[in-house]
């Protein structure tokens, strides 16, 4: 067994690096990377850089299979990407080992957070598989990410690993020698630090949660139902639009049945196909145009506001949109606020690069692809006092995104998602993960509406309060606080 190991112990890291990636949980990542350290150690520097795009390949490969429901092409192409970004990131921790002496593991833990933050930006950025995601159930632990953002609890998470490495590979160098404290002294510092940052993390928690908590105990609350029709994106025509829009209706008059003191009812990401302004405005009668205007007249005749996921044609581009619609105000005929989605998800979305890759841009038009023009602007609606944003699906994946609304004063997020198309919980479980840390960044609410799951409500600091079952037909009730103003700005 142990010729075995040693011979193919290279290939044993790569896989169990890999696996355990693919498998990440609130367990797992606390020693992730402690098999990614020994495959750098283990393996030459003349090929370092394929071991890691070998393990940036089967990683993702294991993280995103449900990438392949929707296409293998999409599949390849994160693996590819991933490839390219952890050869290089062998690359720089080889060099950290051979290079930084004791400041080695300090310096290969810079590494790791920076990875972790730089496959998050950019055209290519993509938030999905950040080690501290994993901890979004882990509520006192994660409440530091008010100041340091998810990097700071995977920064914590990835020094677990560090240590761990650290200490494995101290005692596996001195099996054969006697104990010496003075040499094991440095891995035992760092194993301090580790301590003292994980006690912080939960003192800090603890404190935070329960000043979150009594600091929004007088604020008014809004009741907010959020509907989830659990459709098959992959349907189209207008027979099936109308049966979409009849089952929202008939979900949302559930919601304001059960509960008729709701304020806002909202609905997921493109839940109604049809263009809105594009065909109630347009003068030749369709069932395109009947269908909106039924739609219109539902709400109008309602006492609550509804936000509403649309497919907006305007001056002849496509826009993925938010509506907001106050019955009595501006329905009949439509003058909605509008939010458009400004982040839009790489190639499936949105490909500027028309001109420099024609063939590429040509493959994604001949696929599943529908390419929107990204919005403008980070708008903020206001209803009954509440200042929200509705960052729409993927956008809701990024911290410095979710940031920019609330510096244009948004006090709660109402997201509107669609992932149904991965028919997979485990893809919509990691979206959960992300939407889970935009409020404790912030500390105001979010509303999530989604076509198949997580449809839901999570509070302030995190806890998930109300939810839908998943890929069912349903709603989730709940109240959110109207906030005056982020708990951070709040005077001393």
């Not at 650290?166 to 006697?178: A, C, E």
């Not at 035992?188 to 928690?205: E, M, P, R």
């Not at 992300?434 to 839901?456: D, K, L, Q, W, Y």
């Amino acid at each position: 067994m142990s010729l075995f190991l040693k011979r193919y112990k290279s290939v044993f890291f790569l896989l169990a690096a890999s696996i355990l990636f693919g498998i990440s949980n609130s367990v797992t990542a606390w020693f992730c990377f402690v098999p990614v350290l020994f495959l750098v150690h283990s393996v030459r520097p003349k090929t370092v850089w394929l071991w890691g795009a070998l393990y940036g390949c089967f990683s993702y490969l294991f993280y995103v299979t449900w990438l392949f429901t929707y296409s293998a092409s999409a599949l390849f192409g994160v693996c590819f990407v991933y490839a390219v970004y952890c050869a290089l990131l062998f690359l720089v921790l080889k060099g950290a080992e051979q290079f930084c002496g004791k400041a080695a593991p300090f310096v290969q833990l810079a590494v790791l957070v920076l990875y972790e933050y730089f496959k998050t930006v950019g055209f290519l950025g993509f938030s999905y598989g950040i080690n501290g995601y994993t901890q979004y159930k882990n509520i006192y632990f994660i409440q530091t990410a008010d100041f340091s953002g998810v990097f700071g609890v995977t920064a914590l998470l990835d020094f677990s690993s560090v240590v761990l490495y650290q200490m494995s590979r101290f005692f596996y160098d001195n099996r054969k020698n006697r104990f010496c404290l003075k040499a094991f002294f440095p891995v035992l510092t760092q194993f301090a630090v580790l301590f003292a940052g994980v006690i912080f993390s939960y003192v800090y928690g603890f404190y935070k949660v329960s000043a979150v908590d009594k600091a929004q105990a007088g604020f008014r609350r809004m009741p907010v139902a959020a509907i989830q029709h659990n459709t098959d994106p992959w349907k189209g025509g207008i027979d099936f639009y109308r049966k979409d829009v009849n089952s929202l209706i008939l979900l949302s008059e559930q919601a304001l049945a059960d509960h008729p003191e709701t304020e806002l009812v909202v609905w997921p990401e493109t839940a109604v196909v049809p263009s809105v302004m594009k065909h109630y405005y347009a003068s030749e009668e369709t069932e395109r145009k009947k269908l909106v205007t039924e739609l219109l007249e539902f709400i109008d005749g309602q006492n609550a506001a509804f936000l509403v996921g649309n497919f907006n044609v305007q001056d002849g581009n496509d826009y993925n949109s938010a509506f907001l619609f106050r019955p009595g105000e501006n329905v009949l005929p439509p003058a909605p606020e509008v939010y458009s989605k400004v982040h839009l998800v790489p190639f499936s979305e949105y490909f500027p690069y028309e001109k420099t890759f024609p063939h590429i841009y040509r493959f994604l038009l001949d696929g599943d692809s529908h390419l929107w023009t990204p919005g403008t602007e980070r708008s903020v609606f206001f209803l009954n006092g509440l200042a929200f944003a509705s960052p729409i699906c993927f956008e809701d994946s990024f911290g410095a995104d979710c940031r920019i609304f609330v510096q244009n004063g948004a006090r709660a997020f109402i997201n509107m998602s669609n992932d149904a198309w991965a028919k997979s919980s485990r893809a919509q479980k990691q979206h959960l993960q992300n939407a889970v840390f935009r409020s404790v960044e912030n500390h105001i609410p979010t509303v999530r509406s989604t076509a198949s799951g997580v449809t839901c409500i999570i509070d302030s600091c995190g806890r998930i309060t109300a939810e839908c079952g998943e890929f069912c037909t349903g709603y989730a009730f709940g109240t959110i606080p109207v906030i005056d103003r982020p708990l951070q700005q709040k005077k001393k």
